[in-house]
């Protein structure tokens, strides 16, 4: 993953770099593609690295954590994202759960950021609360049968080709 980013990113800076008189609108193209890949770079390293923070032992004491409110967090921060498909977030319950309250924010962020992404235009995000258990469901495609047993693997994507379209990283469930 991250060696095809640095591949994109270092062939369109050379082009730009190689013609100094190329017309903006496509020197705007290019530096668009260049962000991109930079963003997509930043998610697989975030992801590494939550990944390698979950794997070693933690330090610190678990305390209750309020679901709804940090839904409603997350919900806020996800808002743009949702606007730009006209989705629309409805958090509902209550849950507290004994945990780290940056893991569950996370998690939080990974569900509803992915069911906004993979979710339909126009459609909803629902999170449901209830004592210790948390559903977010959406209205989007989901997952056909035969991929449901790997989504938890690092790595796996049920469709690679659109989740780098997307920006999907494949280790955000994992």
């Known amino acids: 993953e991250l060696k095809s980013s640095l591949t994109s990113i270092q062939g369109f800076a050379e082009m730009i770099s190689e013609e100094p008189d190329m017309p903006l609108p496509q020197r705007q193209e290019y530096l ?17 690295l939550m990944l ?37 977030i409805q958090v509902e319950g209550e849950a507290s759960v004994p945990a ?13 950021s992915n069911a906004i992404r993979y979710g339909k235009e126009g459609g909803w995000v629902q ?23 790997r989504v938890f693997e690092k790595f796996y994507r049920v ?11 494949g280790l955000g469930l994992a």
């Open 32 to 48: 668009s593609y260049i962000l991109m890949e930079c963003r997509r770079m930043q998610n697989v390293i975030n992801d590494i």
């Open 52 to 88: 390698e923070r979950q794997e070693r032992p933690s330090g610190q004491e678990e305390a209750p954590v309020d679901l709804r409110q940090a839904a409603l967090q997350v919900a806020a921060l996800l808002k743009p994202q949702a606007a730009h498909k006209n989705i629309s």
């Open 100 to 112: 780290q309250e940056a893991d569950m924010r996370e998690l939080l962020r990974n569900l509803m």
């Open 127 to 149: 999170v449901e609360l209830a004592g210790r258990r948390l559903s977010v469901r959406d209205n989007g495609r989901g997952i056909a049968p035969e991929h449901q047993s």
């Open 159 to 169: 469709d690679a080709a659109r989740d780098r379209l997307e920006g999907g990283t």
